[in-house]
């Protein structure tokens, strides 16, 4: 079975521009998770999503940052307009259940300049 | 705030010995753990995951526990290979009404030595 699908895998722009990332996650997942990862903080939850409606979106720095997910199998996340701040790998994460742990993608690493 | 600590941030150790990974958190009310591996430049894989109720978890050469209590996880590993080198994650899911997402700790950053 296919795990959770990323893309771009990398993605470089310059400050201001506009990125859009994308995941699919694991077929049959109701529970579809954004997070980001750097040197400084480590890995912190950006937003969820259960069954497509957003449930917490508080880690998400600022009104730059929003995602969305209009079906089961497709979310994105867009920053507008980026910042070097950006820079980091943001990760997709799907869940079947709490109990069932969450399962993670490759990953985009994001640099911006 | 809910916080997860690992100790060491790094390690070094010989191939062939057994070692211990530590994590802590904050919150005894804790619905899941659950240990991750991360190569450099890669994705988390999922290792083990323990629930609430259960006081430890096995895969293969490698065994974690969990004592809520004292809020405390190790994650054992067995006669370690230089394949085992990675950074290993824990991560805590908390029974708050909603809140869903995990918090992690930084990692240890593992090495081998062949």
């Known amino acids: 079975d296919a795990g959770v699908i990323q893309s771009p895998r990398h993605e470089v722009t310059e400050m201001g521009q506009e990125v859009t990332l994308r995941c699919k996650p694991i077929?049959?997942?109701?529970?579809l998770f954004w997070y980001r990862q750097t040197m400084m903080r480590g890995l912190e939850l950006l937003i969820y999503?259960?069954?497509?409606?957003?449930?917490?979106d508080s880690g998400m720095p600022e009104d730059r940052f929003s995602a969305k997910m209009p079906n089961a199998s497709f979310s994105t996340l867009k920053i507008q307009p980026s910042e070097p701040r950006d820079s980091a790998v943001y990760f997709c994460a799907s869940s079947s259940q709490r109990s069932g742990g969450q399962y993670f993608g490759p990953g985009t690493r994001l640099t911006v300049t | 705030k809910q916080e997860v600590t690992q100790i060491p941030a790094a390690l070094s150790v010989p191939e062939g010995e057994n070692l211990v990974l530590n994590c802590s958190f904050t919150?005894?009310?804790?619905?899941?753990l659950q240990w991750f591996r991360q190569d450099p430049g890669k994705g988390l894989t999922s290792l083990l995951l323990i629930q609430s109720s259960q006081r430890e978890q096995t895969s293969g050469r490698l065994n974690a526990s969990l004592d809520k209590s004292s809020g405390r996880s190790t994650l054992y590993i067995a006669a370690s290979q230089p394949g085992d080198s990675a950074t290993y994650l824990c991560a805590v899911l908390y029974s708050g009404g909603g809140a869903d997402g995990l918090t992690f700790g930084k990692g240890t950053h593992l090495i081998i030595q062949p």
């Open positions: 919150d005894s009310a804790i619905y899941n």
């Open positions: 077929s049959g997942h109701n529970s």
């Open positions: 999503f259960n069954n497509n409606v957003p449930i917490d």
